[in-house]
């Protein structure tokens, strides 16, 4: 651990150092734009002066930290082969500042032996904590002790906090902001009782993931998850009601659709439950298989609701709600695109492709806040790698799909980690990070998912 605690320490320094780097090296410029892919390819401007400004310490009002579940560095070029063209630029690649980071998990009640490969629970407690757990822990150490969130800090500090997703919010990710529970199984008051009888409420414990998020109340909670919203609560004051009963009672305005959502007021929490479970992808396609399939065109999901706000919409709207200049403090936000993971888990290239292109234009929404308010810290990440590979076409005996780019070119996705109708394994692989703002600097290099917790406390000024 001696090493991770120096990579810490030397990046505590990456302002100056980053300063330094950038009066000695010129970097390409990336255009941007809604044409072709030549008019979105890497132009060769001299970027000095954007890099420069772009290392800077300080503090910031704001932050918002955007996480594509799964979204490794082949996620991320599949999409932008498809969507953009090779030569082409998504939102997240226009950040000036880019790092790797290490994901690995630890052993249950033995944190000084790693887990190579990571889950969204034990990933997600280390940028949310700085504490590295074992898989399936949510925002608790690897001996099942609760720790502070991120979320929980900035509450305590006075700043508003929203916490948005397209999965169910009770997910790995949008649930460490919140909870604390020994599994991550454990999203309603019947899971609980059933797997995680320490954090069960009528055990005396905090209760299930969806209670503790109420308990939490964040000014903004947006995704889905509804149905563990209608389980009721067995102990404490709501007893025999149900866990949204709660969340009413605890002043939340409750919104179902993108447009009882774009309603919302300020000054009151808002709760946006838009399905049942996970929302529904936005694209479908071939899923790959063996031999691979013959070259296609992703379509829209056409069962998907024409009520269901984009990721976009909801990061749009959430931005709205928590910025208030009359006040003397920001806010904290975190944003999942959370069914990259899922879809490539299914070795479905079409629904990742199009879960990662929707995530990237909520990043867009979220870099033009940035942009007018300089004052933002945005920061771009995954929780872990996954299994999907760019591949030449038969280049693998495992599962494959090959799929039409807006360049009219044949891209093939190879999907190796399970068989076919089985679930594609993560990758233990360093993923990208990426941002812009104050303390931005400290993502450059080598770091560790537990950095990303110190940089945001830093940046926020959270005690």
């Known amino acids: ?8 320490r030397r990046w505590l320094v990456a302002g100056a150092l ?34 420069r400004a772009a290392v800077q310490g300080g503090h910031a009002r704001n932050v918002i930290l955007f996480i594509g579940d799964g979204m490794g560095q082949s996620e991320i070029t599949a999409a932008r082969n498809y969507e953009r063209g090779a030569a082409g630029r998504l939102a997240m690649d226009e950040l000036p500042l880019t790092g790797d ?41 690897a001996y099942g002790n609760a720790v502070p969130t991120i979320l929980e800090l900035a509450k305590r500090n006075g700043l508003r906090t929203g916490d948005v997703t397209t999965a169910e919010v009770q997910d790995a990710t949008p649930a460490v902001l919140g909870a604390h529970v020994v599994s991550r199984d454990c999203k309603g008051p019947d899971e609980t009782t059933a797997k995680c009888a320490v954090n069960a409420k009528e055990n005396g414990g905090a209760g299930s ?47 179902g659709t993108a447009a009882d959502l774009a309603a919302a007021k300020k000054g009151k929490p808002v709760l946006g439950l838009f399905a049942d479970g996970n929302m529904p992808v936005n694209w479908t396609g071939p899923a790959a298989v ?22 976009a919409d909801q990061t749009r709207k959430a931005l709205e709600l928590l910025d208030d200049r009359r006040s003397d403090k920001g806010f904290f936000l975190q944003v999942e695109g959370a069914s990259i ?70 891209m093939t996705l190879a999907y ?35 950095d990303v917790f110190g940089t945001l406390k830093r940046a926020l000024r959270l005690r």
């Open 1 to 8: 651990m001696a090493s991770l605690f120096a990579v810490r």
């Open 341 to 410: 993971d899922k879809q490539d888990h299914a070795a479905d290239p079409c629904g990742q492709i199009g879960e990662t292109v929707d995530f990237d234009a909520a990043i867009a929404a979220g870099t033009a806040f940035a942009r007018s308010h300089p004052d933002t810290l945005v920061l771009v990440t995954a929780d872990h790698g996954h299994s999907s590979q760019i591949v030449e076409p038969t280049a693998t005996p495992g599962l494959t799909a090959t799929l039409v780019t807006n360049e009219g070119a044949n």
């Open 101 to 141: 980071y290490t994901t690995y998990a630890v052993e249950k009640n033995n944190p000084a032996k790693p887990e190579y490969v990571t889950d969204s629970a034990a990933s997600g407690t280390g940028w949310a904590t700085g504490t590295k757990t074992y898989n399936g822990a949510i925002s608790v150490d």
């Open 416 to 450: 190796g980690t399970a068989e076919a109708g089985g679930s594609q394994s993560h990758t233990g692989t360093q993923v990208r990070i990426a941002g812009l703002g104050p303390q931005a600097a400290n993502i450059v290099g080598l770091t560790n998912q537990t």
């Open 209 to 255: 993931i969806a209670e503790q998020l109420v308990q939490t109340r964040p000014d903004v909670l947006l995704g889905g998850g509804a149905k563990y919203f209608n389980q009721k609560v067995k102990a404490g004051k709501f007893a025999g009601r149900t866990v949204l009963d709660q969340a009413k009672a605890t002043g939340y305005t409750v919104v």
């Open 18 to 51: 980053g300063a330094a780097l950038v009066a000695a090296a010129p970097v390409a410029l990336a255009t941007s734009g809604s044409g072709n892919a030549d008019a979105r390819s890497a132009g060769t401007g001299d970027r000095t002066a954007d890099v």
């Open 290 to 311: 063996h031999g691979g399939t013959a070259p296609a065109r992703c379509t829209p999901n056409a069962n998907l609701p024409k009520t269901q706000p984009k990721l």
